[in-house]
């Protein structure tokens, strides 16, 4: 099991999930119930914040601290000095 950038999924795991052109997001959670050896429609997501349960489709997925990691890489981690 994989995310969309290759790493290896694990239930327990906290995800983003981007959906549709531009890679909107559809949900964010904890990854569970998913089964070895598939990459597409394959778990569930639980929500953090509560909610509905949403289907995971790892391949559309990335893990949190990938993520995490990306903003970062752009300057997006730090809020941007005020008055």
């Known amino acids: ?5 290759g790493r ?8 983003v999930q981007l959906t549709g052109p ?7 959670g904890i990854l569970y119930d998913a089964k070895p050896d598939n990459d597409y429609c ?3 997501i639980a929500p ?3 909610g509905a349960l949403s289907s995971a ?3 559309d ?8 990691a990306l903003l970062a890489e752009k300057g997006l981690d730090k809020r ?4």
Do not use: F, T
Not at 8 to 15: F, H, T, V, Y
Not at 61 to 67: E, G, I, N, P, R
Not at 80 to 83: E, F, H, L, S, T
């Open 1 to 5: 099991m994989h995310y969309r950038n």
């Open 8 to 15: 290896e999924a694990k239930n327990g795991d906290k995800i």
């Open 22 to 28: 531009g890679g909107s997001v559809s949900a964010v």
């Open 42 to 44: 394959n778990g569930l």
């Open 48 to 50: 953090i914040l509560g």
């Open 57 to 59: 489709c790892l391949i």
């Open 61 to 68: 997925c990335l893990h949190m601290d990938d993520l995490v």
């Open 80 to 83: 941007p000095a005020g008055k």
